[in-house]
C-alpha cells in the first residue's frame, strides 16, 4: 500500500493548494459521524472450523466535506472504520478523498470517489468503476473507494459522457479464519494477484455515455483493466487459485419509466484471455401507491438474471428469478421494508431476504437484515461454501 | 398558454357582463400566473415542522432551487439537509405542463441516482400533510376552474384537478387581487367531497419589487388532526441559476 500512499499525498497536496487560492470566498464545511453498533447472529453450526455463531460489530464513518463557489468547489473525504471478531473484518478503508471542479456543463473530480451505474435491483453488472466491499455487506452495494480522474460532460441534446482514468486496482477483501461467508480454505486479499505484470498499478479506463429521452433513461459503458472480480479456478485438489484478470467489458442499462411501472434491463458482455460471457439482469417494478389513502406505497418487483459462465458465475445469478416486495410508509420515521428471494431455476437453490429500517429518533435509525439460504443445491460451486451462513442482524445507527 | 391570455386580455372588456363563472374563474388564475411570471430562478432553504395529532413534532431541512421555463414547466432540485440519516438524499424534478413529470432520485450513501415515477401524485411528501401534488409547480392547465364569490380584495375560486389520480374532488383557492393576485388560503376537499385540509399562506414578503412569497405555510389536515409546517428562509431571486445547475451530474454536486 506504499505507492498508494503516495498517491493519498498527492491528492492532500494538490487540495490544499486549490483551497489556498479560494481564501476568500464564502465556504461551506460540514463533519458528520456515522456510527455502527451491529449484532450478526447466524443460527446455523459453522461449515468450517474456527468460524462463529455471533458477531458484534461496530462500524465508524466519519466525512468531512468543504464546499466553495456555491458548491462548484469541493472537497470531500470520507472513511469507514471496522471492528469485528473476525480479524479481516478489522479494516479501514477510504470511501471518498477528492476535489471537484464544476463549470456550465463539465465537471472534474480527482482523488478516491464512489460511483455507481446500473439501474436493476438484484444484481448491479454494469456498475465496475469500484470495487465491492464484501466484507461490509453481502449484497454488493458496499463499495471501496476508487482513486479515479473523472472528467464529465454533459449536453441536454446529447446526453452526458463520462470519461474515467484509473490508475490504481483496489482488491477485494474476504473473510478472515473465524468469518463467515468464507471458502474452506481461508483467502487473503493479498493472495489474488494479477494477469497483468504491472499488477494493480495497470492503468485503466472507462466510458459511459448517459441519456434520457422521455420516458427512457439509457446508459452505455465501455471498461478495460484489472477486472473488479476475481477469475476463480480450481486445481486437482479442489484448492483455489484465484487472481485478477485483464477485461474488456460492454455494458447497457436502460429503463423506460411508464406510470406506475417501470421496465429495467441490464446487461454485460466481457471478455478476457480467459473467458467471454454475456449476463443480463431484466425485470419490472410496479408500486401500488398511497394505498388506502393511508400514504403507503407498495411496490412489486420481479426481475430474471443470466450469467452465460454458468455454474461459474461468482454471483450464483446463472439463471435466476429474484421476485420481492418494497414497502414504503411515508411516515416521519421513514419505515421501510424490503422483502425477498433469488430462487434458481436450475438448482433449486433459494435465497431468502429481508431488510427494514426505521428512525427512532433524531439521527438515530435501527435496521434489521435477514438472509436464509435455503435447500443450497450441491452443483452450487461457491455457494455452497455458505450453505449454513443464513443469519440475522440488528444495527442502531448513530448521526452526529 | 400565452395565447389563451392574450385572447382572454383582448376579449375580456368585451364580454365582461356576459362572462361566466368558469370564464370568471380561468381568468383569475391566469392574472395569479403571470403576475408570477419572469423570476427566471430562485433558491431556498426550507424548514419543515410535522406535528402529530398528540402535538409531537418532529423535523426536516431541505433546500430548493428552482428554473422557470415558458415553453414547458419549472425544473426543480430538493436536498434533504437534515435528519442525518438522509442528509443529501435529492430529487431532481421536471415539471411538464401536460403528461408525468420527469423525476430522479439520488440516494448518497451508495451514490445511486434513480430514475422514479411521478405518477404518486396523492401520496404524502416525506410524511407530511402535505401531497405531491401540492408542491408540484402551478400550471393552468391542470385544472377547471369556477369563481365562486368575491370578499373585498378576496377572489375565492373552485379548482377542479384533471387528473384523475389527484387526490381531491376539488380545492377552493382564495386570491388577493390587491396584491397581485398572491394565494391567501386553499381548502382541500377529498375524493367524497369532505374537507380534508386547509393550506394558510402567511408572513408574506415581495422579492424584486414583483414576486410575493410567504414565509410560513401552515397546513392543518381535519380529518387525521396532524399539521405540518414550512419555513421558507434565505429567498435569492439573485441566482441566476442555468439548465446546467438541473442535470443528473449537478444533482449528485448538490448532494454534498
Known amino acids: 500500500m506504499k505507492s498508494s500512499n503516495f498517491f493519498l499525498a498527492f491528492i492532500f497536496l494538490f487540495s490544499v493548494i486549490v483551497m489556498a487560492q479560494t481564501e476568500k470566498d464564502e465556504v461551506k464545511t460540514t463533519i458528520e459521524w456515522e456510527f455502527n453498533a451491529q449484532y450478526r447472529h447466524f443460527y446455523d453450526a459453522p461449515q468450517f472450523d474456527n468460524q462463529l455463531k455471533d458477531y458484534p460489530s461496530i462500524g465508524i464513518q466519519p466525512t468531512y466535506s468543504f464546499g466553495w463557489e456555491n458548491g462548484y468547489q469541493n472537497f470531500i473525504a470520507s472513511a469507514y472504520f471496522s471492528i469485528d471478531r473476525d480479524e479481516n473484518r478489522r479494516y479501514w478503508d477510504l470511501r471518498e478523498f477528492y476535489y471537484q471542479k464544476a463549470q456550465n456543463n463539465w465537471e472534474l473530480s480527482v482523488g478516491f470517489k464512489k460511483v455507481f451505474w446500473g439501474v436493476t435491483e438484484s444484481n448491479h453488472l454494469v456498475d465496475i468503476i469500484n470495487q465491492t466491499d464484501a466484507l461490509k455487506s453481502f449484497d454488493g452495494e458496499e463499495k471501496l473507494g476508487q482513486p479515479m480522474v473523472q472528467f464529465s460532460w454533459f449536453s441536454s441534446d446529447w446526453g452526458s459522457l463520462d470519461l474515467f482514468y484509473l490508475p490504481y486496482h483496489r482488491k477485494r477483501g474476504f473473510a478472515g479464519e473465524k468469518g463467515r461467508f468464507r471458502f474452506s480454505t481461508v483467502l487473503e486479499a493479498d493472495a489474488i494477484g494479477y494477469e497483468s505484470d504491472k499488477e494493480e498499478w495497470h492503468p485503466d479506463f472507462a466510458a459511459r455515455w448517459k441519456h434520457y429521452i422521455g420516458v427512457l433513461d439509457i446508459g452505455l459503458s465501455y471498461f478495460s483493466g484489472n477486472g473488479r472480480e476475481p477469475y476463480f479456478e480450481f486445481d486437482d485438489r479442489g484448492n483455489i487459485k484465484a487472481f485478477y484478470p485483464l477485461i474488456d467489458q460492454l455494458g447497457l442499462d436502460f429503463q423506460i419509466t411508464a406510470g406506475a411501472v417501470l421496465f429495467k434491463f441490464e446487461s454485460i458482455f466481457r471478455k478476457a484471455e480467459q473467458q467471454e460471457f454475456f449476463a443480463m439482469d431484466a425485470g419490472l417494478e410496479y408500486t401500488f401507491s398511497n394505498v388506502n389513502n393511508n400514504g403507503l406505497d407498495i411496490g412489486v418487483l420481479v426481475e430474471y438474471l443470466y450469467d452465460e459462465r454458468d455454474d461459474w458465475a461468482l454471483s450464483g445469478l446463472q439463471n435466476d428469478v429474484f421476485y420481492g416486495s418494497r414497502v414504503a410508509f411515508n411516515d416521519t420515521q421513514d419505515t421501510s421494508i424490503l422483502g425477498g428471494g433469488i430462487y434458481d431455476l436450475d438448482t433449486q437453490t433459494h435465497l431468502f431476504t429481508v431488510e427494514a429500517s426505521r428512525r427512532l429518533a433524531n439521527g438515530l435509525v435501527c435496521s434489521i437484515e435477514g438472509r436464509i439460504f435455503s435447500g443450497v443445491s450441491d452443483q452450487e460451486l461457491f455457494l455452497l461454501f455458505f450453505k449454513q451462513d443464513s443469519y440475522f442482524s440488528f444495527t442502531l445507527s448513530k448521526y452526529f | ?256
Open chain 2, 1 to 256: 398558454m400565452k395565447k389563451i391570455i392574450l385572447t382572454l386580455l383582448l376579449t375580456f372588456p368585451i364580454l365582461a357582463t356576459a362572462q361566466t363563472a368558469e370564464e370568471k374563474g380561468l381568468e383569475i388564475v391566469s392574472k395569479a400566473i403571470e403576475a408570477d411570471r419572469g423570476f427566471g430562478s430562485s433558491s431556498v432553504d426550507l424548514k419543515m415542522v410535522l406535528k402529530n395529532k398528540n402535538g409531537q413534532l418532529s423535523e426536516r431541512t431541505l433546500s430548493n432551487k428552482t428554473l422557470e421555463l415558458d415553453e414547458d414547466g419549472d425544473k426543480s432540485m430538493i436536498v434533504f439537509t437534515s435528519p442525518k440519516d438522509i442528509k443529501g438524499t435529492s430529487t431532481l424534478t421536471f415539471t411538464h405542463k401536460q403528461g408525468a413529470d420527469d423525476q430522479w432520485l439520488f440516494l448518497p450513501s451508495i451514490k445511486r441516482t434513480k430514475r422514479i415515477s411521478s405518477s404518486n401524485k396523492s401520496g404524502p411528501f416525506v410524511g407530511s400533510e402535505f401531497a405531491y401534488e401540492d408542491l408540484s409547480s402551478v400550471e393552468l392547465e391542470k385544472n377547471t376552474y369556477k369563481f365562486l364569490k368575491e370578499e373585498g380584495d378576496l377572489l375565492y375560486v373552485e379548482q377542479y384537478p384533471v387528473d384523475p389520480k389527484s387526490g381531491y374532488k376539488k380545492r377552493i383557492a382564495v386570491y388577493n387581487q390587491a396584491k397581485d393576485y398572491r394565494l391567501e388560503t386553499i381548502e382541500f376537499y377529498d375524493r367524497k367531497g369532505a374537507l380534508l385540509k386547509t393550506l394558510s399562506y402567511t408572513e408574506y414578503n415581495r422579492y424584486k419589487d414583483k414576486f410575493w412569497r410567504a414565509s410560513k405555510f401552515e397546513m392543518v389536515n381535519h380529518q387525521s388532526k396532524k399539521e405540518t409546517l414550512l419555513f421558507f428562509n434565505n429567498y435569492n431571486f439573485e441566482i441566476n441559476l442555468k439548465d446546467e445547475d438541473f442535470t443528473e451530474m449537478a444533482l449528485r454536486r448538490a448532494a454534498n
